[in-house]
């Protein structure tokens, strides 16, 4: 039994810091922007920020929220069909003509890579019926989503008072929208082409840093005179992605590379490889491989995290292949904040118990599991 004991205590913890690109480790980089933020996308740490909740133009760095806000209401094999009040929409263009048929998921590429104001404005009427009921839908997402200092009047960034965000805003808004898949591949394209026959037009991604900077997955541009110069962009290096916003820098491609490398030379992931016991199970000399998923999450240094497993000194049959048999808890700093299921990793079937003892025992114990 002490065996037993020690083997459900024993956690495999390691921390290790992330490989950078180039940066040395805690060399605060020098940006020059009204506004930027760097964060942790799955967990929304922020890393380095400065004015990051003061509200500023976002150009079509809009776009962001255009693309997932058409990605969650329509079908990306839909047919649209370019109506007139798209074609020759001021700014980057798709060149699109009037009544036009295009795929939902090719005016996406011709919005997220070409940066095309045409097609913002085609997808807006298809989705929603008008320009107006589109930017409705943009900061209905925008209150869901949380982001209390934003607000959207058009779908691609043109300039208008009422239309601004802040860098903490888009980088929550990019954070989520990474999660969705048809997102995340359409921005972390290089080149797609679109249209048919002799319409078809070869794009290329607008985003430098997807051709520059390794472990780059998007995201999104923006340029106007009011705003300056905008760019959302992305970075994954193993299992770890860092989103970058920075508003109105006029250096931004470098900016980014100079933030990525700070942050990934100075975040911390622990990380632990599961639980894993065997148990023995009650009426037969048999036991059953018990295990938890592996966790990692990210963490202040010096922080103490542990981990508690709750989980029976025995089982009783019949045990099935991913039946919960415990749980794990995540421990920082002596307070719960996560837990992982305990289950069983194979079968158990044993013949009834023989005795009238071990029947009542199995019988009691199998009302609890």
């Not at 089982?315 to 289950?343: E, F, H, K, Q, R």
């Amino acid at each position: 039994m002490k065996k037993l004991l020690s083997a459900l205590l024993v956690c495999t913890l390691f921390c290790g810091v992330l490989p950078c690109h180039s940066a040395a480790q805690g060399e605060r980089p020098l940006v020059d922007a009204s506004a930027f933020t760097l964060i942790e996308q799955s967990e929304g740490r922020t890393i380095l920020s400065q004015n990051e909740k003061v509200r500023l133009p976002m150009a079509s760095t809009t776009k962001i929220m255009t693309c997932i806000v058409v990605l969650e209401h329509c079908d990306i094999t839909e047919e649209v069909t370019v109506f007139e009040e798209a074609v020759g929409t001021e700014g980057s263009s798709a060149y699109l003509r009037v009544n036009e048929r295009l795929s939902v998921e090719d005016l996406l590429f011709c919005l997220m890579l070409q940066s095309a104001n045409d097609a913002a404005v085609a997808l807006a009427i298809h989705t929603a019926g008008s320009i107006e009921d589109f930017a409705y839908l943009m900061n209905d997402k925008a209150k869901r989503l949380g982001l209390k200092d934003t607000h959207f009047t058009n779908p691609h960034g043109l300039d208008n008072s009422e239309h601004y965000t802040t860098a903490s805003d888009l980088a929550k808004l990019t954070s989520y929208a990474l999660n969705n898949a048809h997102f995340s591949r359409i921005v972390s394209s290089k080149r797609h082409t679109v249209g048919k026959d002799e319409h078809t037009r070869t794009l290329t991604n607008h985003n430098k840093l997807l051709f520059s900077l390794d472990g780059c997955i998007g995201v999104k541009t923006g340029y106007t005179i009011r705003s300056g110069r905008c760019l959302v962009s992305a970075c994954t290096i193993e299992d770890t992605t860092l989103v970058c916003v920075t508003l109105h820098c006029k250096n931004d491609w470098e900016t980014h590379k100079r933030l990525f490398d700070y942050g990934f030379s100075s975040i911390k992931r622990f990380s632990y490889e599961g639980f894993h016991a065997e148990l023995p199970v009650l009426g037969g000399s048999g036991t059953v491989f018990v295990s938890s998923d592996a966790y990692s999450f990210i963490e202040d240094p010096g922080s103490a995290v542990t981990f508690e497993p709750i989980c029976p000194h025995f089982l009783c049959a019949p045990i099935y292949a991913g039946d919960t048999v415990g749980y794990l808890l995540v421990m920082l700093n002596g307070t719960a904040i996560d837990s992982l299921t305990i289950t069983a990793r194979e079968d158990a079937i044993l013949p009834p118990p023989k005795s009238f003892l071990e029947r009542m025992i199995c019988g009691f114990l199998s009302i609890f599991k």
